[in-house]
Structures are given as structure tokens and as C-alpha cells.
């Protein structure tokens, strides 16, 4: 498991005697969330009350709140001994998440198409959509991922609208996400970040109906490519959603042999 930096939440004693509030139980909701983005809590990992409390510094009561959301939002499930683990995607979790997206994401090249003249929002698209380049360039999955979430959310903040960004963060991308970027074979990345380009040019052309579409024909090339390589038993497996190269390669040719 990877080690964790300390945090001001981890060293915030301060919210240990606070009673139960929305500021603790987001904070431990944003806690878990970022371990699960990290891969530290992976699909599967039992989430113990008591630990998370002491490393948050809150009472027990917000992490138990914190978890019945997340349920709520299916990020955690429940055993029957009442335990609570990182929920474990299926196959179909993907794919039907991917076509949510599609929407949404294309709504949000829109939005930024629109307002990509405004100040410094030009800028700010070309340097996420460089360091996403850069990073798949370097065959380092777990970079590459993070380099798309900040991209997802450099256009979700030009854009404007901040249900945007409210409805993106309830679609838990950083959850579903990963399984995607995995399970991408490596003769297709090419044709996937030329598609991605495509995007990137509408948006910074100013052509928000251009931008849409091409987002949306991006996100369906990406579910084509994963309705024909996710592997039927995703659900059962229980390495971290992001992992090096070495071990992606791995996992291809496990999951190759599956099928």
C-alpha cells in the first residue's frame, strides 16, 4: 500500500472535539476520495471507522456519516457483518458511467468553447491538455490520469456554469475513470489522443457545437475500446485502480488470457 503525505486534515486536532458537522463529514468524504484517486484505498478495501477518524482527527460519528453517503453515491458498499469496503466495479458499472459522461463531458467542452476567449482561459486549456500528452508520452498511468482529472477540471471552471462542476464531482470520475485509462491497449493510443486533439483544437478555435461533438465521439471511441477489452470479471479484481507500467502490462496479458 502506498504511504501517505500529512495533512492538515490528518493533523488538524482541532476537528477531533467538534461534534458531528457538514465540515467534518466532507472533509473525511474528501479524505476517502482522495485515497481512492491515489490507489492507497483500492476497489474492494475495507474501510475501518476508527482508522480513518484518527487519521482525519475527527469522532468516529462524521466517518460513519461519511460512509453511508458515499454508499449513497456508490462509492462504498455494506457487508452484511455491517463492514464497509471501497466498492468493487463490474464491467457494465464502466460503460454505463462512460455514457453519462459522454454527456456531460461534451457539455462541458461546450461551455469552455464558449468562454475560451475570457482571460487567461486559452492558457490554462493548453497547459492541461500538454501535460496530459506529456505524461501519456512517458507510459506512466497514474500521471497520466491525474493530468486528465486536473484537464476535466480546467474546463469544468472555464466553463462557467458551476452545476457543471457540482454534477461532475457526484459522478465520481476519479472512481470509474482509471479502469478506463488501464484497459486502453496500447495499439489504440495513438488514434486516442488524435481524438483527443481534435477536441482540444475546437475548444481553443472557439467552436463550442464542434467542441461538443468531438468530445462525444471521443468518449464513444474510448467505450468502444472498452466494451471490447475490459475484462467480464473487472469486479473481481483488486489491485489498485492505478498502477506502473509494469504491472498494467501485467494486468493485459492476465486479462488477455481471461478472455
Known amino acids: 500500500m502506498a504511504t501517505t503525505k500529512k495533512t492538515e486534515l490528518d493533523s488538524d486536532e482541532s476537528l477531533a472535539s467538534e461534534p458531528l458537522t457538514g465540515r467534518n463529514v466532507d472533509a473525511v468524504m474528501q479524505f476517502i476520495l482522495d485515497r481512492i484517486r491515489t490507489g492507497e484505498y483500492a ?23 461519511a ?8 462509492i462504498v458498499e455494506f457487508h452484511s457483518n455491517r463492514s464497509a469496503r471501497v466498492r468493487r466495479l463490474s464491467r457494465d458499472d464502466v460503460l454505463h458511467a462512460s455514457e453519462v459522461w459522454e454527456v456531460h463531458g461534451g457539455l462541458m467542452a461546450r461551455l469552455a468553447a464558449e468562454r475560451i476567449k475570457i482571460d487567461d482561459n486559452a492558457e490554462r486549456v493548453r497547459a492541461a491538455s500538454a501535460a496530459m500528452v506529456d505524461r501519456r508520452r512517458r507510459l506512466d498511468p497514474a500521471s497520466y490520469f ?42 489504440a493510443w495513438t488514434e486516442y489522443l488524435d481524438s483527443f486533439v481534435r477536441v482540444n483544437t475546437a475548444i481553443l478555435e472557439g467552436e463550442p457545437q464542434e467542441a461538443e461533438s468531438e468530445y462525444r ?13 475490459l475484462p467480464k470479471d473487472l469486479h473481481l479484481l483488486v489491485e489498485p485502480p492505478v498502477v506502473s507500467p509494469a504491472k498494467r502490462n501485467g494486468r493485459s496479458r492476465r486479462a488477455s488470457q481471461a478472455r
Open 217 to 229: 465521439r471521443h468518449v464513444r471511441f474510448a467505450r468502444s475500446l472498452l466494451r471490447r477489452h
Open 146 to 187: 491525474h493530468a486528465l482529472m486536473k484537464y476535466q477540471d480546467v474546463l469544468a471552471e472555464i466553463g462557467g456554469n458551476p452545476y457543471v462542476m457540482a454534477v461532475k464531482k457526484r459522478l465520481h470520475t476519479e472512481f470509474w475513470t482509471p479502469a478506463s485509462v488501464l484497459y486502453i491497449p496500447d495499439a
Open 43 to 65: 476497489q474492494g478495501q475495507p474501510l475501518v471507522a476508527r482508522d480513518i477518524a484518527r487519521r482525519v482527527g475527527v469522532s468516529v460519528a462524521p466517518v460513519r456519516e
Open 67 to 74: 460512509l453511508h453517503r458515499l454508499w449513497g453515491e456508490g
